[in-house]
C-alpha cells in the first residue's frame, strides 16, 4: 500500500506516514536479511535481530500516529480495512498451520527458525497489505 499510495496519502499526515514507515521498512528488511548471513559475527546477526520486531514496532507506531490524525469517518475505515484483511490472513494462516500438523501439506524447511518464518511472514504481510487496500476501497464506497 505505502508504495501505490492510500487513502489520504496525499495529505501532509499521510506523507510523513509514508516516510516513516518506509524508513522502518528498510530497517525490517535490511536487518531480517542480515540476521540471516551466517558469516556475519554473532553479535551483529543478535543486533540484526532484535532490530527486526523492533521495526515492526515503529512501523505500528507510525499507523497509530497517522490514524490519530485522521478525521472519525477515515479512521473507522481504515480500522475496518485493517481488521478484515489482518483477520482474513490469521484465518488463512491458521488453516494452513492446521493443514501442516494433519500432514495435508509440506511446510517448507528453512536452515534457521529467521529464514523459515521469513518465508511466511514476508508474504502474509503482502497479502494482508493488498487486502487492506482493497477493503479500503470497499469500506470507503460504503459509506457514500
Avoid: N, Q
Wanted: glycine share 10%.
Amino acid at each position: 500500500m505505502l508504495g501505490f499510495g492510500y487513502f489520504g496519502s496525499g495529505t501532509p499526515e499521510g506523507r510523513r506516514h509514508r516516510s516513516r514507515s518506509l524508513a522502518w521498512l528498510a530497517v525490517f528488511m535490511v536487518a531480517a536479511l542480515a540476521a540471516s548471513v551466517d558469516s556475519l559475527p554473532w553479535p551483529v546477526r543478535i543486533f540484526c535481530g532484535v532490530a527486526v520486531p523492533v521495526a515492526v514496532a515503529g512501523i505500528g507506531w507510525s499507523s497509530v500516529k497517522y490514524l490519530s490524525e485522521l478525521d472519525e469517518l477515515s479512521r473507522l475505515i481504515h480500522l475496518e480495512a485493517s481488521a478484515f484483511s489482518y483477520g482474513a490472513v490469521m484465518v488463512l494462516a491458521g488453516i494452513w498451520f492446521s493443514a501442516g500438523a494433519l500432514g495435508l501439506v509440506e511446510h517448507i524447511p528453512g536452515p534457521r527458525a529467521l529464514s523459515g518464518l521469513a518465508l511466511w511472514v514476508l508474504p502474509s504481510l503482502l497479502i494482508a497489505e493488498a487486502l487492506r487496500g482493497h477493503a479500503m476501497v470497499f469500506f470507503a464506497r460504503s459509506r457514500r
